[in-house]
């Protein structure tokens, strides 16, 4: 158990719709990170928060957008939504920006499926 | 922008020695990742490489040559349980980090 959790789990549903993804990160760690594995791309980075603000973007949509609340915790908001975006999200955390031997400690993921 | 490349697939024996290549080409190299990532569960931290050199911890040893944008993870007396994903992850510095992973080398290991 990596002290990240995610919820929900596992989600299913429809093309046009909108879903949001939760993120707490371990206690006491300031970013937060998003990522989307599917089968045919590997882990791609979407965004990372610091303490509440957006340090980095990645590949993330315009359909796509996130943010980190006074508590640290995160919310991943996926809106009308297409087959393609069905995979795996990722929430990932560490105390401060990546550093020396800071790693990134891993959620359990949620699993989307879009039909 | 970042380029990682990694093999997509490698089988390796029980018991034996396997090395797992990771080459990237990147601006602002802040240091280097590699994550074991079994089906469907989340990725999990097995090394970080800034400085050129080996790095040993236990069974698993990775590299790093800055200069040639390579490392390798070696993984000896190989079980069946690390049949898995191995995952090689660059982090790019200056101001924003960002980090970037390869699609991951898929590992069998076999009786």
């Known amino acids: 158990d990596s002290g990240v959790t995610q919820t929900p789990k596992h989600l299913i549903t429809a093309t046009g719709q909108r879903v949001t993804l939760r993120c707490s990160p371990r206690s006491g760690d300031l970013s937060v990170y998003w990522y989307q594995q599917s089968l045919d791309q590997g882990l791609q980075f979407l965004i990372q928060?610091?303490?509440?603000?957006?340090?980095a973007k990645g590949n993330i949509l315009e359909r796509f957008s996130a943010q980190q609340f006074p508590d640290l915790h995160s919310e991943l908001n996926l809106s009308s939504l297409e087959l393609g975006d069905s995979a795996l999200y990722f929430c990932?955390?560490?105390?401060?920006?990546?550093?020396?031997?800071?790693?990134?400690?891993f959620g359990p993921g949620t699993r989307l499926l879009v039909l | 922008g970042q380029n990682i490349d990694q093999p997509t697939e490698m089988t390796a024996t029980e018991g034996a020695i396997v090395q797992i290549n990771c080459t990237y080409q990147?601006?602002?190299?802040?240091?280097l990742f590699w994550y074991q990532q079994h089906a469907g569960e989340a990725p999990t931290f097995l090394s970080y490489?800034?400085?050129?050199g080996l790095e040993e911890k236990g069974r698993f040893s990775s590299f790093l040559s800055r200069s040639k944008g390579y490392s390798y993870l070696l993984l000896k007396e190989l079980q069946m349980k690390d049949s898995a994903s191995y995952l090689c992850?660059?982090?790019?510095?200056?101001?924003?980090?960002?980090?970037?992973f390869g699609t991951g080398t898929k590992l069998q290991v076999i009786p």
């Open positions: 990932a955390s560490s105390p401060q920006l990546l550093a020396g031997e800071e790693t990134q400690y």
């Open positions: 490489n800034v400085l050129d």
């Open positions: 928060y610091y303490n509440g603000e957006e340090r």
């Open positions: 992850a660059v982090v790019n510095s200056g101001g924003y980090q960002k980090v970037t």
């Open positions: 990147t601006s602002g190299f802040n240091g």
